[in-house]
């Protein structure tokens, strides 16, 4: 199992879930806010620190996680978003 983490700018979020939709993803969870700072500043979406960011995530077997991370990395880069990131990252299911 693998999960495909995407750390999203949020006024991309139902641009996001639409096409996680189109994908025909198993699951997704969002977490509508998500603040922070890192190599790209400080991001709390207020007027201070703008660009807010919102979090999704889904699980799917290897096979479909690597095929949806790789859709969603062009997806992203034919917007022309340059804030949205992605990640793949292997998860153990717990009973």
């Known amino acids: 199992m693998k999960m495909v983490l995407a750390m999203a700018n949020a006024a991309r979020l139902n641009a996001l ?4 939709m ?3 993803v198993s699951g997704y969870s969002v977490m509508p806010v ?10 709390a979406g207020d007027r201070v ?3 807010a960011l919102s979090a999704a995530f889904v699980v799917e077997s290897d096979e479909r996680a690597v095929a949806l ?14 804030v949205t990131r992605f990640f793949l990252l ?3 299911r717990q009973a």
């Open 69 to 82: 991370f790789d859709r969603l990395v062009r997806w992203r880069d034919a917007s022309g978003d340059e």
């Open 34 to 43: 998500a603040e922070g700072a890192g190599r790209s500043g400080v991001h």
């Open 22 to 24: 189109a994908a025909a």
């Open 90 to 92: 292997p998860v153990e």
């Open 49 to 51: 620190h703008p660009g």
């Open 17 to 20: 879930r639409e096409e996680l």
